[in-house]
T-cell receptor
Framework: EAGVVQSPRYKIIEKKQPVAFWCNPISGHNTLYWYRQNLGQGPELLIR????????DSQLPKDRFSAERLKGVDSTLKIQPAELGDSAVYLC???????????????FGPGTRLTVT | QQPVQSPQAVILREGEDAVINCSSSKALYSVHWYRQKHGEAPVFLMI?????EQKGHEKISASFNEKKQQSSLYLTASQLSYSGTYFC????????????FGQGTELSVKP
């Protein structure tokens, strides 16, 4: 079974430039998460989708970040314009969550390491 | 609020045991444990649910004290492959489905 796929793996951009990350979750997983992980820290949730619906985007800096999940499968996360503080690893994860199982195990992709100069 | 993990780092010799703790200030529905090796994605180890149900890795054990809002991960007879950073993620009753991760515990197993 294929895991969570993310691209690109690495991205270096200058500040004020736009950048986009792509994620393809495990087939059949209805829930998709975007996390940001700073060096030496645990992942921090940016947005959570259940199918096409963003059910938790309270941590997403909406002035510069946007996300979408096309047809409830693939997802893209965009930053425009990027700032120096956005340098981090952006992780995508997916899980299969049923009504009774609130906290299904999450499967993470390899992440995109973003460097803003 | 972010759960607190302890210790922050631990160094072991192969075959030694370790315990990693995770403590929250909130009433928890579940605790998840993940291991992340340098430059790689976090890998699921275990879920501990309210009521005692557990799902996860056969060779790793953990406990969840709902009353104390704490969980502990037990690594016995450690192997070199156990090296990495261990994260607990907590899910509380008010934010179903959302995990808040601790700052991590770095484990190094030496030959």
């Amino acid at each position: 079974e294929a895991g969570v796929v993310q691209s690109p793996r690495y991205k270096i951009i200058e500040k004020k430039q736009p950048v986009a990350f792509w994620c393809n979750p495990i087939s059949g997983h209805n829930t998709l998460y975007w996390y940001r992980q700073n060096l030496g820290q645990g992942p921090e949730l940016l947005i959570r989708y259940e199918n096409e619906e963003a059910v938790d985007d309270s941590q997403l800096p909406k002035d510069r970040f946007s996300a979408e999940r096309l047809k409830g499968v693939d997802s893209t996360l965009k930053i425009q314009p990027a700032e120096l503080g956005d340098s981090a690893v952006y992780l995508c994860a997916s899980s299969l969550v049923t009504g009774a199982d609130r906290g299904g195990e999450q499967y993470f992709g390899p992440g995109t390491r973003l460097t803003v100069t | 609020q972010q759960p607190v993990q302890s210790p922050q780092a631990v160094i072991l010799r192969e075959g030694e045991d370790a315990v990693i703790n995770c403590s929250s200030s909130k009433a928890l529905y579940s605790v998840h444990w993940y291991r992340q090796k340098h430059g790689e994605a976090p890998v699921f180890l275990m879920i501990l649910l309210k009521g005692g149900e557990q799902k996860g890795h056969e060779k790793i054990s953990a406990s969840f004290n709902e009353k104390k809002q704490q969980s502990s991960l037990y690594l016995t007879a450690s192997q070199l492959s156990y090296s990495g950073t261990y994260f607990c993620g907590t899910e509380d009753y008010n934010q179903g489905g959302k995990l808040i991760f601790g700052q991590g515990t770095e484990l190094s197993v030496k030959p």
